[in-house]
């Protein structure tokens, strides 16, 4: 998928100071920056980045950026004349200063205070972002903001990365890294660092602790709809630390595997108080499978701090929340972390006589696991995995509101490292098929001769569905769900619409599906024609259809995951009109998608009935053509056209 080099810098770190010029002041503007009025090659492009930086040091455990951007024309200003900084978990922004740099040199400083809020890119995606608007921003002004990205003192990120390419053409670019220099905890035989280069030609330069790399005239990177994550396919340099057991990538995973198993097993141990827990949580049952859901429950009944908003030392210890040394704290406090919360429950489960494991598990959310890629913090989470009637199945307790026997997609169809003595061996956690992600969606709506439609909605959302909009919501209040909800409704309609949600149900369930109950009104939904009404026959329509407007294609196409809609519309026609014609019935075929609608009309309603189901998530770029001509052919069953008529017609009954 993409090239790969694996490099060592230098076996031990020594104090060195920085050998190239790491700069933080602002750059001087120069003739060629004013002059620049269009990206080479691009014409009609809105905006160019003159300069970027990224300055990476973890001995202060901070990340410094500069972006300097040219606004080209008024679609620049729209797009980039707002500044959004992506904020990791866990880190704050300091220094952050930004101006506006007009033609005739004329500097207006930014003097007002940043906008905190949560971005939501889809999925279950969400991240906090600082956003503010420059000032005095008109086509032709140089935009330049710079700020630092910084850690708790007290930690070292054991993983860096420069990102290269970016959205904009970028005439210069400096990226800087300064290794840490002190030592670090479990680095057998000396403290190593290296880097790996994704789809990158140009070689870093080396000096001491610190590594360099200029690079010019950078193209843009252009992504796809319903590409995998964009991370995975941008030039990239990525560092990380270790020890001895660096010498292979085999070696590494094993003596990683074999820490993490001790660690695990201590953690969980064999506990008189435990076992009763798990006794008492099982009852008399005798069925194992639903023993195994009972210790689930009540894994899952413990205080899930992950959820939680983050606290800070001092509010931790008013709180009085220690960090629990085994599962024994986990029982006696009733309150843990993720891995906490997985080892109680595989406590639990070998308790009550399963054979349980804990399996460590990375993410595709941002990028795909590379085995090459030496940092343990890939595998940033943990699941459980038990033997059920002969076969393993995988679990994720520490989830909170996640359904037994269901894993959150951005850690299925991913490498696993299930841990035992020996260090383990990797898996794929299989994903969920398409029924495990369901959304339901029942309208009874009434037609007016004016072409206006009104009524009802019922939404219900089931399995990962469910689970996704229910993280989301976390958080937020009553009104703020409605809103999601509302917003999300309205992404599905291709016309203007009035909507409003009446009232939801089973946000804080688990097993249950989420659902909310709208009232809708769409002006104009059918057109006039004479005596004629024409009107879309189904209500809803595919969400994916932007995503295969283009001939061909770069990148493979990516789903998160498996899904299904089903749609169920009733629409009652004004009085003295007919159906003229029923839409034909569609059934769309491959091995992995279906798509089916049909009508139905008994001289007074319109019943519609619609059906997706897509059972696969990763499809390489030769599988594109099939892909498109799936899904235009859902696009033209969705678009279908009812029409009606006023006067006496002997409509058709069905088709």
Known sequence: MRQLRYIALFACLVSSSLSFGQKEDWIPITPQDQQMKEVPGNPGASAVLLYFADFIDDTNNTEFFYHRVKLLN??????????????????????????????????????????????????GIKFRAKTLQLPEVTVGSIIEYK?????????????????????????????????????????????????????????PKTKGSTVELEMENVPAFQPEGYMPPEENYKPQV???????????????????????????????????EVKEAASEAVGNETDPEKKLRKLYARAQQVRNLVYERERTEAEQKKEQLKSNENVMDVLKRGYGDRSDINA????????????????????????????????????????????????????????????FGLIRWIRTSTAALKLDKKGGSFVVIPPATQDKAVTQRIAHLALTEDGTLKGEITVTFKGGEALEHRLDA????????????????????????????????????????LTAQCSIEISSYASVAGKRLLMPAFLFQAKQKDAFKHADRKFPVYFAYAFAEIDKISIDIPAGYALESVPEHQDVNLPYARYQNM???????????????????????GKYAELKDFFNKVQAGDEVQAVLRGGSINAQKSN
Request: aromatic residues 12%; contains cysteine.
């Open 599 to 621: 009508s139905q009309f008994d001289g007074k309603q319109l019943v519609t009935q619609r059906g997706l189901l897509f059972n696969g998530i990763f499809f390489d770029a």
């Open 474 to 513: 976390l958080g937020t209040d009553e009104a703020g769900r409605k809103k999601q909800i509302e917003d999300e409704l309205k992404s599905w309609l291709s016309m203007g619409v009035d909507l409003k949600v009446v009232d939801t149900h089973g946000w804080e369930a688990t097993d249950d599906p």
């Open 74 to 123: 008024e679609k620049g200003i729209k797009e980039h004349g707002n500044v959004e900084i992506t904020v990791p978990s866990g880190l704050s922004v300091s220094d952050l200063k930004a101006r506006t740099i007009h033609a005739d040199g004329k500097i207006i400083e930014f003097t007002g205070k940043p906008l905190e809020q949560t971005v939501y890119k889809g999925k």
């Open 238 to 272: 990525q560092f990380f630390y270790g020890g001895k057991e660096m010498s292979s990538a085999d070696k590494f995973w094993e003596e990683d595997g074999k820490l993490w198993y001790g660690r695990v097993e201590h953690f969980v141990g064999d506990h008189k």
């Open 344 to 403: 109680f429950f595989v406590a639990m489960a070998r308790a009550a006589g399963f054979d349980a494991s804990v399996v460590l598990v990375s993410s595709r959310k941002e990028r795909f696991f590379q085995k090459n890629l030496l940092d343990r913090r890939q595998l940033d989470t943990e699941v459980a995995v038990v033997q059920l009637n002969g076969k393993d199945i995988y679990l994720d307790p520490a989830t909170r509101f996640c359904p």
């Open 147 to 203: 700020y630092k990205i910084r850690g708790d003192e007290n930690t070292v990120r054991t993983h860096n990365y420069w990102s290269i390419q970016h959205s904009l053409f970028t005439v210069k670019e400096n990226l800087v890294f300064k290794a840490y220099t002190g030592n670090l905890a479990n680095m057998d035989g000396g403290t190593q660092v290296m880097y790996v280069t994704n789809n990158l030609s140009a070689k």
